[in-house]
T-cell receptor
Framework: LAKTTQPISMDSYEGQEVNITCSHN???????ITWYQQFPSQGPRFIIQ???TKVTNEVASLFIPADRKSSTLSLPRVSLSDTAVYYC?????????????FGKGTRLSVIA | KAGVTQTPRYLIKTRGQQVTLSCSPI?????VSWYQQTPGQGLQFLFE?????QRNKGNFPGRFSGRQFSNSRSEMNVSTLELGDSALYLC???WGTGLNGYTFGSGTRLTVV
């Protein structure tokens, strides 16, 4: 998987939009950008994946610029329950020969 | 459908003992991966099995081993436990090889005393 860089931690108030940016300068042509969310004492949970431009689902939006060297996970109107660690992963893995490896992630704390 | 089931949820062992953890993947998933999570090191990859074969292995000592059965259920074993092995052990199953298909269990919390 490509090396990624994301902030260690972020704080936000309830009701605000939160944007977490991930840098992946060495992204390859076949790589996808995937985000997982992990609550305390639980396993990570897939939230969104994209290749280019914008992807939106019921949980989040993912913005990917044309050069694909970074991406931004956007969480609209966060609540206390969005307090979690968010991991950005970039890779292909279509051959299955490389494992799914997580970095340190971004610890988001939502404050009332 | 049932999720990934890990047993037991909590375990307390003494230094020097061995432990076996179990993971039942989602029905139809053929890939099972194991991770160790500690506050200091975060999520660290242990190994991955696909159709009973170890496909990938992380950088852990030989005391950590695993296997996968024909029904895709997997076990991991840690021998000669050390205090530093105290961690949350997570199992994830996947239907394929993409980054988005992983479903994690709730983990086994192992405490070594």
């Amino acid at each position: 998987l490509a090396k990624t860089t994301q902030p260690i931690s972020m704080d936000s108030y309830e009701g605000q939009e939160v944007n977490i940016t991930c840098s992946h300068n060495n992204i390859a042509t076949n790589d996808y950008i995937t985000w997982y969310q992990q609550f305390p004492s639980q396993g990570p949970r897939f939230i969104i994946q994209g290749y280019k431009t914008k992807v939106t689902n019921e949980v989040a939006s993912l913005f990917i610029p044309a050069d694909r060297k970074s991406s931004t996970l956007s969480l609209p109107r966060v609540s206390l329950s969005d307090t979690a660690v968010y991991y950005c992963l970039v890779g292909d893995r279509s051959s299955g020969n490389t494992p799914l490896v997580f970095g340190k992630g971004t610890r988001l704390s939502v404050i009332a | 459908k049932a999720g990934v089931t890990q047993t037991p949820r909590y375990l307390i062992k003494t230094r020097g003992q061995q432990v076996t953890l179990s993971c039942s993947p989602i029905s139809g998933h053929r890939s099972v991966s194991w991770y160790q999570q500690t506050p200091g090191q975060g999520l660290q990859f242990l190994f991955e099995y696909f159709s009973e074969t170890q496909r990938n292995k992380g950088n852990f000592p030989g005391r950590f081993s695993g296997r996968q059965f024909s029904n895709s259920r997997s076990e991991m074993n840690v021998s000669t436990l050390e205090l530093g092995d105290s961690a949350l052990y997570l199992c994830a199953s996947s239907w394929g090889t993409g980054l988005n298909g992983y479903t994690f269990g709730s983990g086994t919390r192992l405490t070594v005393v």
